[in-house]
């Protein structure tokens, strides 16, 4: 007589033997190719979201590079609001002078899912005229949400990566002082509900608009699970999953780790014309074209002098200044710039003109208007 000691097979159980089953059947197909991102890198699940924390704290344990309270009262009412709930009035009129101490507003994400007794980081910001923050502690400050109730409670050491020294007039300083982190200073008091969806369906949300992108998702999950994935619009792709809390999260596990195959982007050019960086991806071409390019420099020098009158003149001695100025114009010859449909090519073509980032901003736009360059100009 033989037994069978396997456990019994429950609907739970089959579900995700199944989901394993079926993703690994479409790995095994080879959905991927040499150029496939996994949906996880694409997509984000609708409901599933962090929420921002913000509160306002003090800081103690400077050492003298704190708010001067003349000059930020809120510092010095701060801190006697605080000693009063702790049981310590001050006299009215009390004149606080105080150095080791500087008012700041800290900030946290909330993760989704986080739960009454996990840590987060948190962020410390100096709001008044303190010199560093280095060496304080953060007091037990609440963190609201925007709904004003506190999710999470924050005390801590801070710690800064910047460095500084000043004494006889001369100061360095290396990155900032008025800002630091609490690794994991924060502990959550209170959890906000998270859905994974609603009903018998998930939406997954592509990160950037693409109707050729969301549709590439939506063949991927219906190739490993037939008929559960459709289009709601460019963005959000509407998954059909199973209903049980347990059975979802296996099988959108499953589901983050298909890979798509995503479409060439739309030809961009993004312009920084405070930094002057101009970035292109790789759809962008240049048609045939011809550009000239020359520059115009102007300087301006000044000749001070002393204009003096004669020995027995009644004349004043005076300032005089000359101010000389000239214009200078490059030689500005045609080049010709071929059609390329390659990056690489266009980028060569664009150094052969020899300008600097500053007046390439000039001619991406004039080629722009002249129907040569393939691409969308965004300015940032």
């Known amino acids: 007589m033989c037994l069978d000691l396997r456990p019994p097979v429950t609907l739970t159980r089959f579900l995700r033997i199944l989901s394993v089953l079926v993703f690994a059947a479409a790995a095994t197909l080879g959905v991927s190719t040499a150029r496939a991102e996994r949906i996880k890198d694409l997509v984000s699940i609708q409901g599933v979201r962090t929420n921002q924390l913000v509160g306002y704290g003090i800081v ?101 990566g910047g460095a500084g020294a000043s004494a006889a007039g001369s100061k360095v300083q290396i990155n900032q002082l008025n800002a630091g982190r609490i690794p994991a200073g924060a502990t959550v008091e209170r959890s906000v509900a998270t859905s994974i969806g609603q009903g018998d369906f998930v939406n997954l949300e592509l990160a950037d608009t693409d109707f050729a992108n969301a549709q590439a998702v939506a063949v991927a999950i219906n190739r490993a699970v037939p008929g559960s994935a459709s289009l709601l619009d460019g963005r959000v792709i509407q998954v059909r999953a199973p209903t049980a809390s347990s059975d979802r999260v296996v099988f959108l596990a499953g589901l983050q780790d298909l890979d798509v195959t995503l479409s060439k982007p739309p030809a961009r050019v993004i312009i920084n014309a405070r930094t002057g960086s101009v970035v292109m991806n790789q759809s962008v071409s240049l048609q045939a074209s011809a550009v000239a390019h020359g520059n115009l420099s102007v300087t301006i020098s000044a000749d001070n002098s002393i ?11 005076v300032g005089v200044t000359n101010a000389q100025i000239s214009v200078k114009s490059d030689k500005g010859e045609l080049v010709n710039l071929a059609a390329s449909a390659k990056l690489t090519d266009v980028v060569k073509a664009l150094n052969a003109i020899g300008a600097t980032p500053q007046d390439l901003l000039s001619i991406l736009q004039a080629l722009k208007a002249a129907g040569a360059l393939r691409a969308e100009l965004e300015v940032i």
């Open 60 to 160: 103690f344990g400077l050492d003298g590079t704190g708010d001067q309270t003349t000059q930020t009262p809120f510092t010095v009412q701060s801190i006697a609001s605080m000693l009063s709930q702790m049981g310590n009035n001050l006299p009215p009129g009390t004149n606080l002078q105080l150095k080791n101490v500087a008012v700041v507003m800290v900030t946290a994400t909330l993760p989704a899912f986080a739960r009454p007794g996990q840590t987060i980081d948190v962020t410390i910001s100096s709001m008044g005229n303190a010199k560093s923050l280095r060496g304080g502690t953060l007091v037990m400050t609440p963190l609201k949400g925007a709904d004003s109730q506190v999710y999470a409670v924050a005390q801590g050491n801070i710690l800064l």
């Open 307 to 317: 204009s003096q009158p004669n020995a027995f003149g009644q004349g004043q001695t």
